[in-house]
Every structure is written in C-alpha cells, then in structure tokens.
C-alpha cells in the first residue's frame, strides 16, 4: 500500500515508515496556521491549510477519486489540531461508519476556541469539541499510516459530521 499525501498543495508518496514519519512531521510541525500574509503590499487573512491523507494500492493524482480520506489540520500556536475522515463507495468495506463522515471528537475539549482549520474553502474553523492536543493528532496519523488499510483510526473519538467539520450534533 502507498500513502498517499496533499501537502502544501502537492501531492507526496510514501512506502516506508521512515517516508510516513516524515510526512507526519511535517504535517504536525509545518502546516501554515491562521494569520496575516502580504501579497503585493496588501495584507490578507489567510485561514492556514490543511493536509490529506489517503492508502491506495497506486500513486494517485487529482484525476482519481480516493476510497479513502482523513483530512488534518494543526495550528501550532495552540497546539490543536483536528481530523476529518470519510470512505467513498469505492472503499472495499460499507456499512456502519463507512457510510459517514466522521470529525474528530474531544471529550475534554479546551476553554478556548484553538482556531483549527476545518475549511479552507469557505473557510470555517472546527468547533473546540473537535480540536485535540496536537500529540493526538499525532498518535491519529501515526495509526493511519501503519494500519494501511484506510480506515478510520481508532485512537481518538469521532462525532458525525460533514466534510467541512461541522458536526452533526451541534446545532447548524
């Protein structure tokens, strides 16, 4: 199986552990957070980014659709991150959590609202209930890429939700 990562806007393979590792850190350490950015002497509000994680038996590209997708985001000045993840019908297992998509869930959220990226899009900032201390995040990816298989990790929570990190059990 390949690891298949969206990070920066590029896509990175791995095959190896040592590969994995370092696509993890740079994930957990290197990701841009929120702030403010100065394009041409004008400044902006740029949200941050996030990355995408994805097991495929290839190399994928933006032509191909994955079976399966775990979505990260930390912001290193709060030292929160989230996680979403979701199959497609193309994932070779249904039913039960197959068929949602699933945000990561804290049971002892922080006070504060860390400012974790769900969206870059819109975008839109994970609830605080979703964020997790950044080694958790950590510990999550980890499981995910040594798993191989795509599915969802099971060393944190999960709450229903969509793909841009609303969850289902909050109110729209």
């Not at 370092?22 to 041409?40: C, W």
């Not at 079976?67 to 979403?84: F, K, Q």
Request: hydrophobic letters at 35%; charged letters at 25%; glycine letters at 6%.
């Amino acid at each position: 199986m390949i690891l298949n990562v969206v990070i920066h806007n590029k896509w990175q393979y791995a095959e190896t552990w040592p590969q994995m590792d370092a696509l993890i850190t740079e994930v957990t350490e290197n990701l841009a957070s929120e702030g403010a950015v100065t394009v041409d002497s004008l400044q902006f509000q740029d949200p941050g980014e996030d990355a995408q994680f994805m097991v495929a038996d290839r190399r994928l590209t933006d032509d191909d659709l994955p079976a399966n997708h775990l979505r990260v985001a930390v912001n290193r000045s709060t030292g929160y991150g989230a996680l979403i993840w979701h199959a497609t019908k193309n994932f070779p297992k249904s039913g039960d959590i197959y068929d949602h998509i699933w945000v990561s869930d804290n049971p002892q959220p922080p006070n504060l609202d860390p400012r974790v990226l769900a969206d870059p899009c819109e975008p839109r900032f994970h609830d605080r209930r979703s964020t997790l201390p950044a080694p958790d995040v950590r510990q999550a990816l980890e499981e995910f890429c040594r798993t191989g298989t795509g599915d969802r990790p099971q060393s944190i929570g999960w709450v229903r939700g969509w793909l841009n990190g609303h969850r289902l059990d909050e109110s729209p």
